[in-house]
């Protein structure tokens, strides 16, 4: 239980809504509103005062509102947490949320900020019982979507809370500053392909919004085009090897592919199963992408359906991901 959380418990109990607890200790409504929220924390003087009017001692509302201290005070983790329906990855500038409050309404949210304090930029909800695919996404002032409920998230902000009930399952840090990624000479390619994937990309602009992220453990994308409507999200295990890259299974999926490709139909179920073991080694791989051609700075692998996936020795990132010593 957070300090918030207790609050709002003892409100509760007194049978007073927010404006009336606040008039008992001189605050207006929308402060007792962010307490419950654990955006902001009472003074002390107000935490003295709640315990005397409504008869609960200080440390009922201290120690039983310790959650919220935790959050406060603890070091800020990167990493990836799990449980049995969502799947959340964190990085200093990012929080990509994949989750499911059904069996058939699944969906992905992408904040941005900084540590904690980010806002929701983008967000894709798939219904499979309607076979309908909503989104939103921001771009400067702009505001792209295709439905009016799902437009209002945009903004929301992320509540790292949530992650406190989940299993951390990997963790890493990150860096914003250019790193010199080693040549394919110098640790070959294997090597080579897991220091270069391992980064965040957003790119945003009017017509797109396409997001990566590469854990040493798993793959990560989201990606919104709004010409052909092409939606497609995923976390899937990619592991590099001696020529190439092998593709894991995806555990999440949302694709609503409309372009003109041979395997469209096979490409464009969508599903999620989050209860997935990192430390399993005898994952089953569905494909492997074979090195086509590479330099020293450049490995092009044979991608689906005639496609190319290229990766470059120092290509743009928001964020390096780097392993935690």
Known sequence: MTLGNRIQEIRTQAGLSQEAFGEKIGVTRQTVSK???????????????ISKIFKVTTDSLLIDGIDTFDVKYDNFVCGVYKSKNSEIVVTNKYTLYFYATSQHVFGVKLY?????????IAIVERDDDLASTKYAYKFGDKVFYNDENIRKYLGEMYNSIITRKMDRIEKFDTISQKVENPKVSEVGIRKALISWRSRSVLEVDNTQLIFYITTPKKDYAFTIQRENENIYCFASFDEPFDLGLRGGTQTFRIRNYKGDIANKESWCNSGYDFITNYENNKIEYTIEWLVKRYTDDEIILNGCSGDEYKYTRNSNYDEKIIVCE
Do not use: R
Not at 35 to 49: M, R, T
Not at 112 to 120: D, T
């Open 112 to 120: 941005q900020g900084f540590e904690n304090n980010k806002s929701l």
């Open 35 to 49: 307490w419950e929220l654990d955006q902001v924390y009472p003074e002390l003087e107000k935490i003295v005062l």
